[in-house]
């Protein structure tokens, strides 16, 4: 939800960990990213751009590996591509593959992920959700409360400016 980007930026960009990027072409804004360090590793979150405009998100992430690095990490994870292991040209996430790859990123293999089940009732109805939306980001759910992840209210700050550093992309 918005009230969660909103507590993550209150805490996170305002102890340094986090950054918000925005790309600007002609005074509009053309794409944004999402960036945190975390240890010596800067991690990519979200990212998006608006693809009329040729290269910005070479430009966007550029600017993000920078921060990492006068941050003093040594590594950026650019997070999934959604291939198979060795990507192939029909995999839908090629294209993510090959952006990523373009800047000299290499593809690990992770292992999957095993659950702890507290409650096997409530899991077995949400991984049943969760099989049957195949396209889930574009499905808006109303989560439970106790499903949503609180900072307490007493760690909050009122609205910081959030810092955009402004690329121009040629």
Request: one cysteine or more; a positive charge; charged letters at 20%.
């Amino acid at each position: 939800t918005l009230d969660y980007y909103r507590r993550a930026r209150n805490v996170l960009v305002e102890s340094g960990r986090m950054e918000i990027f925005l790309a600007r072409h002609n005074d509009r804004p053309v794409a944004g990213g999402i960036s945190t360090l975390y240890g010596q590793v800067g991690m990519l979150v979200h990212t998006g751009n608006d693809y009329s405009v040729p290269k910005v998100g070479y430009a966007l992430q550029w600017e993000m590996i920078r921060w990492a690095l006068e941050n003093g990490c040594c590594r950026y994870d650019f997070g999934g591509t959604g291939t198979s292991f060795p990507p192939r040209e029909t995999d839908p996430g090629y294209g993510v593959y090959k952006f990523k790859s373009a800047f000299g990123a290499r593809i690990v293999r992770w292992h999957g992920y095993a659950d702890y089940v507290f409650k096997p009732l409530q899991y077995r109805i949400l991984r049943g959700l969760e099989r049957g939306l195949p396209y889930g980001e574009r499905v808006i759910l109303a989560w439970p409360k106790w499903l949503q992840c609180r900072f307490p209210e007493s760690s909050l700050k009122p609205g910081p400016a959030v810092h955009r550093s402004s690329l121009h992309p040629q």
